[in-house]
């Protein structure tokens, strides 16, 4: 018994404690959800010309030799970024190689009986003249692909103003929300700006245009189109 007696007392008060925590629970305030909460969204859209060219020269060998077929497209590049590189300027025309492709041809009996391969040099930056007249002087290679986007910078100017129209889209559309629901105002309890959106390019120079123009017709003609930039901006707000 006097083993037992100290066991029992400690162990009452946690059953007493345990039984205790489900009435203090059901004493407590019931939680509610939030009143007058409205969810809205709004977006900023800038259109801006493109100022960065993306050119690819590209060009194809065949023969029987896996040797020789590379051989021949390693020379068509070579040449292509010697005469490139003498004009090559950081941001303004930038020169690199592009895919560079090497596959065996097969006979109707399964044998390979010869190789065939491409390669090519990619011009790109925003000195569009600069670019078309090393396109046109290069004769080892010719235009397979004319492509327009948004140079850095100019994406970082733009992105600002687009979210800037849609932080100011979504603050009228609050207020005026808010008045339409008779509140006097309202104020922020969360907000998302998401953006810069997908590009809307519209080129006026599409890349099977450029493909009729060899590298001999100096300079290549290309012209920029305008793409647009969009910023979202969503949350809730207190109607008060």
Same mark, same amino acid.
């Given at each position: 018994m006097t083993i037992l007696r100290p066991l029992l007392r400690v162990a009452a008060p946690v059953a007493f404690a345990a039984l205790s925590l489900p009435v203090l629970a059901q004493e407590g305030p019931m939680w509610s959800p939030p009143q007058n909460v409205l969810q809205l969204s709004a977006s900023g859209s800038v259109d801006v010309q493109q100022d960065m060219l993306t050119m690819?020269? &590209?060009?194809?060998?065949?023969?029987?030799?896996? *040797?020789?077929?590379q051989g021949q497209l390693k020379a068509a590049v070579d040449a292509a970024l010697a005469a490139a590189r003498t004009q090559a300027q950081p941001g303004d025309l930038d020169v690199r190689t592009g895919n560079f492709s090497l596959s065996p041809r097969y006979s109707r009996e399964g044998k390979i009986n010869g190789w065939q391969g491409s390669a090519e040099v990619v011009l790109e930056g925003r000195d569009f003249p600069r670019i078309t007249q090393v396109a046109g002087r290069i004769d080892s290679l010719t235009v397979a692909n004319v492509g327009f986007s948004l140079s850095r910078e100019q994406t970082r100017k733009v992105e600002a103003e687009a979210q800037a129209?849609?932080?100011? &889209?979504?603050?009228?559309?609050?207020?005026?929300? *808010?008045?339409?629901f008779g509140f006097s105002g309202y104020t922020l309890r969360q907000v998302s700006v998401n953006g810069p959106q997908d590009f809307t390019a519209r080129p006026r120079m599409m890349a099977a245009e450029a493909m009729a123009f060899k590298a001999d017709a100096a300079p290549v003609p290309v012209e920029a189109g305008k793409t647009t930039v969009t910023v979202n901006v969503s949350g809730s707000v207190q109607l008060k």
């Amino acid at each position: 018994m006097t083993i037992l007696r100290p066991l029992l007392r400690v162990a009452a008060p946690v059953a007493f404690a345990a039984l205790s925590l489900p009435v203090l629970a059901q004493e407590g305030p019931m939680w509610s959800p939030p009143q007058n909460v409205l969810q809205l969204s709004a977006s900023g859209s800038v259109d801006v010309q493109q100022d960065m060219l993306t050119m690819t020269l &590209s060009t194809t060998r065949d023969g029987t030799s896996a *040797a020789a077929v590379q051989g021949q497209l390693k020379a068509a590049v070579d040449a292509a970024l010697a005469a490139a590189r003498t004009q090559a300027q950081p941001g303004d025309l930038d020169v690199r190689t592009g895919n560079f492709s090497l596959s065996p041809r097969y006979s109707r009996e399964g044998k390979i009986n010869g190789w065939q391969g491409s390669a090519e040099v990619v011009l790109e930056g925003r000195d569009f003249p600069r670019i078309t007249q090393v396109a046109g002087r290069i004769d080892s290679l010719t235009v397979a692909n004319v492509g327009f986007s948004l140079s850095r910078e100019q994406t970082r100017k733009v992105e600002a103003e687009a979210q800037a129209r849609a932080i100011e &889209s979504f603050r009228q559309k609050a207020a005026a929300l *808010a008045q339409n629901f008779g509140f006097s105002g309202y104020t922020l309890r969360q907000v998302s700006v998401n953006g810069p959106q997908d590009f809307t390019a519209r080129p006026r120079m599409m890349a099977a245009e450029a493909m009729a123009f060899k590298a001999d017709a100096a300079p290549v003609p290309v012209e920029a189109g305008k793409t647009t930039v969009t910023v979202n901006v969503s949350g809730s707000v207190q109607l008060k």
